[in-house]
T-cell receptor
């Protein structure tokens, strides 16, 4: 079965520190990759996505992620975090057929709680 | 557009009671799905639908029923609530996005329903 693993359950940083959150998935076929963020008490919002092409993708709020196919990884990065980045971050994968159709079914990682101290 | 709307936002049920969580989307998306979110487990797929009249099971379908009579609505039914169903429930809708000739899907989430079964 397809699985998604996020390396850290809870990351604590000070403002201006750099961030890297790890994500690995187990499926070897065509995948679409996502990072979602959930601020306290809110719903999931899309940070960035990767479908194909340039493996370095840029998202909202200064976040970026790099897809490394050989490592089955899709790590999230931000050069300098802010207090407002405090949230839970989810990596998600959906398996696509050759035409890219995946029916929107997502497999999520366990989530990483990021706490940024001012 | 309202996007994906879920009702109610909060609900407390007694063991054995039944209820329906409502989900509606106004984006004419083909695909809709239900997830439950539990601490440390990310989001897990309960049921999904690829169009009106077509539904299928996800990773954790037991204890839940769905139907999809229209493109817009995708209700989730708990026939006999159990404490193990205490969770936050998210509905999502997805559409096809063409990127470099591939048809990919991107999910949009509702605000969630926090359900407690006592």
């Amino acid at each position: 079965a397809q699985s998604v693993s996020q390396h850290n359950h809870h990351v604590i940083l000070s403002e201006a520190a750099s961030l890297e959150l790890g994500c690995n998935y187990s499926y070897g076929g065509t995948v679409n990759l996502f990072w979602y963020v959930q601020y306290p008490g809110q719903h999931l919002q899309l940070l960035l996505k990767y479908f194909s092409g340039d493996p370095l993708v840029k998202g909202i709020k200064g976040f970026e992620a790099e897809f490394i196919k050989s490592k089955f990884s899709f790590n999230l990065r931000k050069p300098s975090v802010q207090w407002s980045d405090t949230a839970e971050y989810f990596c998600a994968v959906n398996r696509a057929n050759a035409g890219g159709t995946s029916y929107g079914k997502l497999t999520f990682g366990q989530g990483t709680i990021l706490t940024v101290h001012p | 557009n309202a996007g994906v709307t879920q009702t109610p936002k909060f609900q407390v049920l007694k063991t054995g009671q039944s209820m329906t969580l409502q989900c509606a989307q106004d984006m004419n998306h083909e695909y809709m799905s239900w997830y439950r979110q539990d601490p440390g487990m990310g989001l897990r797929l309960i049921h999904y639908s690829v169009g009106a009249g077509i539904t299928d099971q996800g990773e954790v379908p037991n204890g839940y029923n769905v139907s999809r009579s229209t493109t817009e609505d995708f209700p989730l039914r708990l026939l006999s609530a159990a404490p193990s169903q205490t969770s936050v429930y998210f509905c999502a809708s997805s559409y096809h996005l063409r990127d470099r000739g591939r048809r990919n899907t991107e999910a949009f989430f509702g605000q969630g329903t926090r359900l407690t079964v006592v």
